[in-house]
């Protein structure tokens, strides 16, 4: 597994359990997370600089990496 897919899986996840939350009536909590993660993706998109990448990238390969 590598980082960039494991991203997206975990990106997956979240907008699962925001949906989750807004489905049981936290819809405070489901906000908060999905603005939590507009931001993060909002600052990487700006930038070039993920947070999530850089902190995964620290116990799992890069995918360009795994390719050679």
Same mark, same amino acid.
């Given at each position: +597994? %590598?980082?960039?897919?494991? !991203?997206?899986?975990? /990106? #997956? /996840? $979240?907008?699962?359990? *925001? +949906?989750?939350? #807004? *489905?049981?009536? =936290?819809?405070? #909590? #489901? &906000?908060?997370? !999905? /603005?939590?993660?507009?931001?993060?993706?909002?600052? =990487?998109?700006? $930038?070039? &600089? %993920?947070?999530?990448?850089?902190? /995964? =990238? $620290? *116990? &799992?390969? =890069?995918?360009?990496?795994?390719?050679?």
């Amino acid at each position: +597994m %590598c980082v960039e897919k494991l !991203q997206k899986i975990l /990106l #997956a /996840l $979240t907008l699962g359990i *925001a +949906m989750m939350l #807004a *489905a049981s009536g =936290s819809i405070k #909590a #489901a &906000f908060l997370l !999905q /603005l939590g993660m507009m931001v993060i993706l909002i600052l =990487s998109g700006l $930038t070039g &600089f %993920c947070y999530i990448t850089k902190v /995964l =990238s $620290t *116990a &799992f390969p =890069s995918c360009n990496e795994e390719k050679k």
